[in-house]
């Protein structure tokens, strides 16, 4: 029996031989090697087989793991190469942030601060680390010229965010040492699907600008007064000059008329110019009174009796009742006002035109309409009429003659006193009724004013 | 025959004070400088005086408005600021000025009816 059971020690020892250097090779994860499969039934052979099966289904797993490998390191090289771009990107517009000359501001959708370049800091005197993750308008304190803080709804950022478009403005922003920096602000909106992710900032100091600004104001207004001496010693020579030579013959008096006409809208300029000087360096004084309106429209239609009936346009007013309202303006900038107004209709009106003027009181306002046939208002210029020096194209295309400060003027005087002007072109369907066919579209243009109540000044 | 007294620099303007003046019956006396101006104000005793503002030789209008307001003989005259400064209207009107006119917007025919409207 020992001895029996000794063979079968050898005989299992021989059999399983064959399987050592398999499983070792296995051990270190090797399952490359081939199992030959003996012949014959016993049990060694199902053994056999089943390693050999084994090792095959590992082969393949790791076929598998192997492919698997390769894929994803492949996508950790694409996912490294975006990201290095991503990088290189982020660096390049941090770098481009700082190195620009104006001040830059990134907040999130709260007005958080989320971003401050070096240029801002510097602008501003505050350092990084004070501004970072800070409320934006605690850190942007915007005041006026007289020092008065802005109103949050009247900020670029706020008005950015509501309209979610880029809104530009000029005003002050106090330094951290609270000294006053002029900036001309431009606010963007972040937009993300529609919404507003955050906004950016975009600040530039205006200092040097105002210097020469108010360098080129000076010179305008020196200039401007220096014509007016030949202008007036012009103006007075052709008055004696009409007056001491009645007998002069048709064309003589003509080209006497156009010289002097000239002379006058030189005058005007000149007038024009000062004014917007003025304007820009802070000095238009209003002195703000009691005004008839009534008899300001009255007296101008008289003085622009001869120009109209010159150019043969009908004009039409209808004085209002004795107890019409008045209105609180300054007197005289309140003629420039109407007299640009109805210069403008009749310049730009078609010979046998109509302009009409209407004043009307509705409960605490008053209204005043300057309607006609003239050649109006092209769409594309609309937005910008009121803008200094801007002329409408079809006003150039005539070379009706013209500064581009005189709407620019009523503008900013009638703001100045509360008011408020605007226009449409086509001239309004009740004239137009009115006034019957045309070719021309017209333009109807409103003032409106608070009335002043009895004892109200 | 009523004076009148033009302190003004631009010899062209003083030809044509001198042609409308004239003509509507006035005596009109032309000084080019302040001192000049006063001198003859204190000799001709004018009836009016029409004063520019820019004026040569370091004293301009308004020094010469003060001179005439501090002067007992000379307070009494009326004084027309004609001038193409249009800043200067408060200023003048304080110091003593009757009124202030700017020649570029006023024609020769309102400055004489002013002038007129100043004598009484």
Known sequence: MDKNLEEYKKYVSARLAALTPIFAKASIGDFSEKLEVPDGEDEFVQLYAGVGIMLEVMRQQLTRLNDLNNSLSGKVEELQFIQDQVEQEKNLDEAIIESIGDGVIVTDKDLQITMINYQAQLLLGIPEKEASLKPLYSILRAVDDK??????????????????????????????????????????????????????????????????????????????????????????????????????????????????????????????????????????????????????????????????????????????????????????????????????????????????????????????????????????????????????????????????????????????????????????????????????????????????????? | MKKILFIEDDTEMQKIYMQAFSAEGFEAIPAYTVDSGLQLANEKKPDLIILDIMLPGGKNGFDALESLVKDEALKKIPVLVLTNLDSEKKTALEIGAKDYLVKANTSIDQVVAKAKALLG
């Open chain 1, 147 to 457: 020092s008065q803080p802005i109103l949050d709804e009247k900020r670029a950022t706020t008005i950015a965010m509501n309209e979610k478009k880029k809104h530009s403005i000029n005003y002050f922003y106090l330094k951290q040492d609270n000294t006053p920096l002029p900036v001309s602000v431009t606010a963007s909106p972040v937009l993300l699907g529609g919404k507003v992710a955050g906004v950016i900032v975009v600040f530039k100091d205006r200092t040097k600008d105002r210097v020469i600004e108010e360098l080129k104001n000076e010179f305008i207004s020196l200039a401007a007064h220096q014509l007016r001496s030949p202008l007036s010693t012009m103006r007075w020579n052709i008055e004696l000059f009409q007056k001491q030579n009645e007998k002069l013959s048709p064309d003589s008096q003509d080209k006497i008329a156009s010289v002097y006409k000239n002379v006058q809208k030189m005058i005007t300029l000149v007038n024009d110019m000062l004014s917007v000087s003025r304007i820009d360096q802070g000095r238009d004084l209003h002195t703000i009174e009691e005004v008839d309106i009534v008899g300001i429209v009255n007296d101008i239609l008289s003085e622009n009796k001869v120009v109209a009936d010159a150019k043969m346009v009908e004009v039409i007013f209808t004085p209002p009742n004795n107890n019409f309202p008045k209105i609180k303006a300054d007197k005289k900038k309140l003629r420039d006002v109407i007299q640009n107004l109805v210069n403008n209709s009749v310049k730009f009106n078609t010979p046998l035109g109509k302009m009409e003027i209407l004043l009307s009181a509705e409960s605490d306002k008053v209204k005043l309409e300057i309607s006609d046939t003239g050649i109006g208002i092209p769409a594309q210029d609309a937005g910008r009429l009121f803008e200094k020096f801007y002329r409408a194209s079809n006003a150039v295309l005539g070379q009706t003659p013209g500064t581009g400060l005189g709407l620019f003027l009523v503008r900013t005087y009638v703001g100045a006193w509360g008011g408020k002007v605007w226009f449409e072109s086509p001239a309004n369907a009740r004239f137009r009724a009115k006034v019957g066919k045309f070719d021309n579209p017209g333009s109807s243009f409103y003032l409106e004013f608070k009335a002043i109540k009895g004892g109200d000044l």
